[in-house]
């Protein structure tokens, strides 16, 4: 997990660092494939996982690098697989399995906050993901 920084010209908002992860770096994961720089054959129900997630005060932006041939979504989960839906990422077809491309979510700050466990599920279709970014806008 790495975070960056950008300022603000505003001084009375707080800006947070936006957070950085690699799908292939997940903490634990099931059904899927990992290989170095992605992680493929995300079906419905496969899930990767990610550990001590510090959303801090809150962020509302999810996004994530994906492949697909096919369109679909996933969800964004706290603490369990089976946990809080914070968002839901709709994609559609990149045109090939090895060509990728941004998309996200918003999700509600006033739950996306403090340390949690961040479960990427799939709901439909099929995908692959390199990486994702959570952010405040």
């Known amino acids: 997990i790495s975070t960056s920084s950008s300022s603000s010209s505003s001084s009375s908002s707080t800006t947070l660092p936006r957070i950085d992860l690699q799908a292939w770096s997940c903490n634990a994961s099931s059904?899927?494939?990992?290989?170095?720089g992605g992680v493929g054959s995300f079906d419905p129900g496969d899930w990767?996982?990610?550990d001590n997630v510090d959303l801090k005060?809150?962020?509302?932006?999810?996004?994530?690098?994906?492949?697909t041939t096919v369109s679909g979504s996933l969800e964004v989960r706290l603490d369990s697989a089976k946990g809080t839906l914070v968002g839901t990422v709709n994609y559609s077809s990149t045109g090939?399995?090895?060509?990728?491309?941004?998309?996200?979510?918003s999700?509600?700050?006033?739950?996306?906050?403090?340390?949690?466990?961040?479960?990427?599920?799939?709901?439909?279709?099929?995908?692959?993901?390199?990486?994702?970014?959570?952010?405040?806008?």
């Open 57 to 67: 005060t809150g962020y509302n932006n999810f996004s994530i690098e994906y492949a």
């Open 107 to 137: 999700m509600d700050p006033n739950v996306a906050k403090g340390v949690h466990t961040i479960y990427v599920k799939g709901k439909s279709g099929a995908a692959n993901l390199a990486r994702i970014t959570i952010n405040r806008n």
């Open 48 to 50: 990767i996982r990610f």
């Open 96 to 105: 090939d399995w090895g060509t990728y491309k941004w998309t996200g979510c």
């Open 31 to 36: 059904g899927v494939t990992i290989w170095s």
